[in-house]
């Protein structure tokens, strides 16, 4: 109950920051209801006057064509209310999502990829889209409505008291009873909420977890487990979503049948107090006008409290995504960038000084690394695996950041530095070639691209195919070998402006013919004036390297 209570607190907090950024856009939602509210004060209130006058008082129409002007004037004026809070609330709601967007990328950056690894695509993809929408009736619906269902009902309820403090009574008692039971509906719809986005997530990452493993799948005969396993997944994220809706349902009933009540009571009050049934308090001083006046104000009282339990999933909603968001927050706020780099300091090339790293449940990788790499010299690192030295890249890339050491890339800190980085598996997007090289130089002209591609060997491929640059690739690269793949990424390292090139075994993955192919394309990448430090277990590798480097049990050592 206590993890609840914290995480609740947690999710306020983090919705209350977001809104002080768009609090003038929520103020004027606010004013703009306000102003509606009046426009509706006045509309009915001649709606009476112009009934009263035709029936009791038995008027002239054509004496009353200015009270029908002053009404459609009313009428217009509401409108355009009611369409500037609406517009303010979208503004509002426009904003914190491209504030939260920006934020969750920050942390994503700040994470890196290592502390990422572990978190499906499909969980981030959910991240950066439902949960930051879930934003949008928030702040866009809720939080204005908030303060309406409390200033709107409060002019009403002066305005029918000046009429008729009895009536005024029946609907004060009836008011209270409906946040009421909003609150206490809410507490469940929060926690609903939070378990709603949480299925989400795990949904969308299990389903694309099978679907990128349909092969293999396929190959063992374990399709139907696994369509089994999607059902089972699909059926809990649909009883949590029909739980939520539940709850929604409910708190919008409860809701209805007390204004209903509370409408009803007015009405025979009045109705009563018109034919002289009632002769208590200021029933006898009930007139057409008046009496018609508060039982076409008596719904409108209700009105704003009805928007606000409709908004009220809104804020459930809200609730759930932030308390994903605030985790996120709090998990980059928790790794502090790394500091120990003074200000201007002059470095030629990399240099690494008493580098220490655990990682937890291992202890520690890395034990008081120092390093220099002269700018375009070639530095393999060597050694059994486990030994540290994906660990070293990682460090030296900014993916994790050190306990102690310093880390010097030309002057700047990893994470100021732009650096190219190659896996044993590339990333390539689904497009063209030309779309993958400009992945890390978005203005190359066709000709530096060419060149890219002739220098790492695809000249021959690239010649092959119709469409050239332009001839399109599947997700991952299909269309090429793991070789191909492997020299298509390095001539996107080729083009990017990166001085400092980390290779993490890249040719572990490769069968005998890809490895050499990409062994010759390297060979012509370390010709380029790169810096350039892989981690790699091959004697050819190996043998391009300007220095071989051996780390064991987190210790660095000349070979």
Not at 341 to 363: C, F, K, N, T
Request: net charge neutral; charged share 15%; aromatic share 6%.
């Amino acid at each position: 109950m206590k993890a609840i209570t914290e995480s609740g607190r947690r999710s306020r907090d983090w919705l209350k920051r977001q809104g002080l950024q768009v609090r003038p856009w929520l103020l004027g939602s606010v004013l703009a209801g306000v102003l509606q509210t009046l426009c509706i004060m006045v509309q009915m209130g001649l709606i009476a006057w112009l009934v009263h006058a035709v029936l009791v008082r038995q008027e002239p129409i054509q004496d009353l064509l200015w009270l029908l002007m002053v009404l459609v004037l009313a009428i217009g004026l509401r409108a355009i209310s009611q369409a500037a809070q609406e517009r303010c609330g979208q503004h509002a709601s426009v904003r914190v999502r491209q504030q939260a967007r920006s934020q969750v990328a920050t942390h994503w950056a700040a994470l890196g990829p290592v502390r990422l690894a572990d978190r499906s695509s499909a969980t981030l993809t959910n991240q950066w889209v439902e949960q930051v929408e879930a934003l949008d009736g928030y702040f866009a619906r809720y939080l204005p409505q908030q303060w309406l269902a409390l200033i709107a009902p409060l002019m009403i309820l002066l305005l029918v008291f000046w009429l008729n403090w009895l009536a005024a009574l029946f609907l004060l008692f009836a008011a209270p009873l409906i946040p009421l039971f909003m609150a206490l509906v809410g507490m469940s719809a929060e926690k609903i909420s939070q378990q709603h986005m949480l299925e989400a997530g795990r949904l969308a990452g299990h389903f694309l977890d099978r679907v990128r493993s349909l092969t293999s799948l396929q190959l063992f005969g374990q399709v139907a487990a696994a369509t089994q396993s999607v059902e089972a997944a699909a059926e809990r994220y649909r009883a949590v979503t029909m739980r939520t809706l539940r709850v929604a349902f409910l708190s919008s009933a409860v809701l209805e049948f007390f204004a209903s009540v509370a409408i009803a009571v007015a009405a025979m009050y009045i109705g009563f107090g018109l034919l002289g049934y009632i002769q208590y308090g200021p029933a006898a001083e009930l007139t057409l006008f008046s009496g018609l006046f508060i039982l076409l104000l008596a719904p409108e009282f209700f009105q704003p409290l009805r928007t606000l339990a409709q908004a009220y999933h809104d804020r459930a909603a809200a609730l759930g995504a932030a308390d994903g968001l605030a985790a996120l927050q709090a998990e980059a706020t928790g790794w502090a960038p790394m500091a120990s780099l003074a200000a201007g300091a002059a470095v030629d090339g990399i240099r690494v000084e008493a580098l220490s790293l655990s990682y937890p449940g291992r202890g520690r990788v890395l034990e008081r690394i120092c390093l220099q790499v002269a700018p375009g010299e070639i530095v393999a690192l060597v050694g059994p695996s486990g030994a540290g030295k994906s660990s070293l890249l990682h460090c030296l890339a900014g993916f994790v950041e050190p306990e102690s050491g310093h880390i010097n890339l030309f002057g700047q800190l990893p994470t100021q530095q732009p650096v190219a980085w190659l896996g044993q598996r590339p990333w390539l997007i689904q497009g063209s070639w030309a779309d993958n090289l400009r992945l890390t130089a978005p203005h190359v002209l066709d000709s530096d691209m060419q060149h890219a591609v002739e220098s790492v060997g695809l000249g021959p491929l690239l010649r092959s195919l119709p469409q050239g640059l332009h001839t399109p690739l599947g997700e991952g690269g299909r269309g090429l070998s793991g070789g191909q793949g492997q020299r298509l990424a390095l001539a996107r390292v080729w083009l990017s402006a990166a001085r400092l090139v980390l290779l993490d075994e890249p040719t572990a993955s490769l069968d005998a013919e890809s490895e050499a192919e990409v062994i010759e394309a390297l060979r012509a990448l370390s010709g380029s004036g790169k810096t350039v430090v892989m981690a790699t277990h091959h004697p050819a590798l190996m043998a391009l390297a300007d220095r071989c480097m051996h780390l064991d049990a987190g210790r660095l050592a000349d070979v």
